[in-house]
């Protein structure tokens, strides 16, 4: 007899507790028998990417998430539980995609209560107050956490609530109240059973180093390392726990002044860190049985390159140009990207700016590295200096330890300072050291400091213009100047167009399981002729808001939004005299208003608010006829 999804939960819960022969069953549950139902095979590829999950191994997870959609959709529409997008949030997590996480845990939990699906809809709270609280965002995340732990305590989960409780800890130390924020981590962490939580004591010490770190309490942050370090097995299976436990121990000994320790723990994590990225099939081979791990493997791969992430204009890594001159001067920019010179990508908003800069990071052989956007538009003035550079302890009013800037974040990677044309005069002199020699100073400091990142810059605005008229320093555009790049606009580039919106239809059918669709002729002939003004964010829009108004599988022109519609109609009409124009909107509005006043002039005339002489006189103009 075949298991069903309790049971296999079951297995689940058996792995967290560090029972790991509960995960060898389920991918034979998956694989072993083809005569299995798919129901089954569907709930163990949902929990096998759960186990990859907390191993870390996100693109395996991944797999397996797109592997568990597609079989829920071959049972038939809505088979699919909100369970796939709660997993599939989590890796764009993982993949540090937060923002988009955030907004796909909302539509999980509005899902997930439509559907009576409570323990989805709590995970998905759950995790969405934890990003809340790591975002350091205003909204407050207690409706959400009160929700999970309702729904967690009816089902019974105490480790789950355990976590949320480490959650609340975190929440209340990050926004002022630091000392009840430990307290209540503390207090959990006596919750923790000796024999169970391994991995909620890991979450809670590690928490604690990290609130301590940043209150510059070296010494109770070396203690609470040091406990969580002695959960050698936990740690051993969960991936990110481990890479999260050596960045602390670095972050710790280069406080306290080890360089050769901190290099050590660097490196560490790094190996670590590439090491979660490797496939399972040694682990399946080691633990399979009766000769059927290499079906695993086999199927394993199979499932990669049937669900491998497919680039997405707009949304993905990728710029996506089916124009000749767009790809011509993608060529240029690939060449350039191997020097280490400074580039400015100019653009309208929306072409693609920060999708160019991502390719400039990974063509320059930096895409292991960090690539830090900054939108310098966002920063206030007197922030900036701050998160960019970092400060130094008592800098200004609050500043009661040292913080590393955005720029040190970076590393030996990118620092993208999105919309420079913003940034006010008197801190574009700031840069300049920076652009030319690669130096700069934190607040609070005498000395120079070096930067081996990369830097790009991007703007809308026409910087020439902006030197000539005293609004951008002329010195600051000339580092600049040695490689500037001009993205064309959508309407110049109409080839991209249908390649772009079936890209983006595709991606946004997948990210929010809405099932395969595509554009009718008549849709793309539309999407074709109109302006976009907005260009590719606008065409990304337009997309997602047609896939989620079409009931069956075609997208027709009525999906769009109305502007659309009545642009690109206009667009495609022969050209009319704007006074001809004029004339058949007043015609049409006389005749409309004569009919309902019944033929009185008088009454027409009210109601369209004219005198009845002047009505009289239009209709005359216009060849109406009472």
Request: charge should be positive; hydrophobic fraction near 45%; include cysteine.
């Amino acid at each position: 007899m075949e298991p069903g999804p309790l049971e296999l939960e079951e297995r689940f819960r058996r792995f967290l507790e560090g029972k790991g022969d509960a995960f060898v069953p389920l991918p034979f549950c998956l694989y072993g028998g083809r005569d299995a139902a798919p129901e089954t095979r569907a709930w163990a590829a949902l929990i096998i990417s759960r186990v990859f999950l907390l191993k870390g191994r996100v693109d395996l997870a991944a797999a397996y998430v797109r592997l568990c959609a597609a079989l829920f959709r071959s049972i038939g529409p809505g088979a699919c539980p909100s369970g796939v997008l709660v997993n599939w949030a989590l890796v764009l997590k993982a993949r540090g995609r937060a923002r988009e996480a955030s907004a796909l845990l909302r539509l999980s939990i509005d899902r997930a209560l439509r559907r009576g699906e409570t323990l989805a809809a709590a995970k998905a709270a759950a995790n969405l107050a934890l990003c809340i609280a790591r975002g350091g965002s205003s909204e407050d995340p207690a409706p959400l956490i009160a929700m999970a732990e309702r729904s967690y305590r009816a089902l019974g989960c105490e480790d789950a609530l355990l976590r949320l409780n480490l959650t609340r800890g975190l929440l209340e130390a990050s926004r002022g109240a630091f000392d009840d924020g430990v307290e209540r981590i503390v207090r959990t962490l006596g919750d923790c059973g000796a024999e169970r939580h391994s991995r909620e004591r890991i979450i809670g010490r590690l928490l604690l180093a990290e609130l301590f770190l940043s209150n510059n309490d070296l010494e109770r942050s070396r203690e609470a390392l040091d406990s969580a370090a002695l959960e050698h097995d936990a740690l051993s299976r969960y991936g990110p726990q481990r890479v999260r436990r050596l960045r602390l121990e670095q972050e710790l000994s280069r406080r306290a002044g080890d360089r050769e320790a901190a290099l050590r723990f660097m490196r560490m994590a790094e190996e670590a860190r590439l090491g979660l990225g490797l496939a399972p099939v040694g682990l399946l081979a080691r633990e399979g049985s009766d000769g059927a791990a290499p079906l695993v493997a086999r199927e394993v791969a199979r499932a990669e390159l049937s669900f491998r992430e497919r680039p997405a204009g707009g949304t993905g890594d990728d710029f996506i140009t089916a124009d000749a001159r767009t790809a011509a001067l993608l060529s240029e920019i690939e060449r350039a990207a191997r020097l280490p010179v400074p580039i400015l990508i100019t653009g309208e908003s929306g072409v693609g700016k920060e999708l160019i800069a991502r390719s400039i990071h990974r063509w320059s052989g930096r895409g292991r590295e960090p690539f830090i956007p900054v939108n310098v538009a966002a920063l206030p003035a007197e922030l900036f200096e701050s998160m960019v550079f970092g400060h130094e302890r008592g800098a200004f009013t609050g500043a009661i330890a040292r913080t590393s800037g955005l720029l040190e974040s970076a590393g030996r990677g990118t620092l993208f300072l999105d919309e420079i044309g913003e940034l006010a005069p008197a801190l574009q002199a700031k840069l300049l050291r920076l652009v030319d020699r690669g130096e700069f100073i934190p607040l609070g400091r005498s000395k120079e400091r070096s930067s081996a990142a990369r830097i790009v810059a991007a703007t809308n605005r026409d910087l020439e213009s902006e030197c000539a008229e005293g609004r951008f320093r002329m010195d600051l555009y000339y580092r600049f100047a040695a490689f500037v790049v001009k993205i064309p606009p959508l309407r110049e580039r109409r080839a991209d167009v249908p390649v772009l919106a079936r890209a983006l239809l595709r991606r946004a059918c997948e990210r929010y399981a809405l099932g395969p669709k595509t554009l009718g002729e008549e849709a793309l002939r539309a999407l074709e002729r109109y302006g976009w003004p907005g260009n590719v964010r606008e065409l990304e829009s337009e997309i997602l808001g047609a896939a989620l108004k079409a009931r069956g599988d075609v997208i027709r022109v009525g999906h769009f939004s109305p502007r659309l519609i009545m642009r690109a109609a206009g667009a495609s009409a022969p050209p009319v005299e704007l006074r001809e124009k004029v004339a058949g909107l007043e015609r049409l509005e006389i005749i409309k208003a004569l009919r309902a006043a019944g033929g009185n002039r008088a009454r027409a005339a009210s109601f369209l608010g004219l005198r009845r002489t002047t009505l009289i006189g239009k209709m005359r103009r216009l060849g109406i006829e009472s």
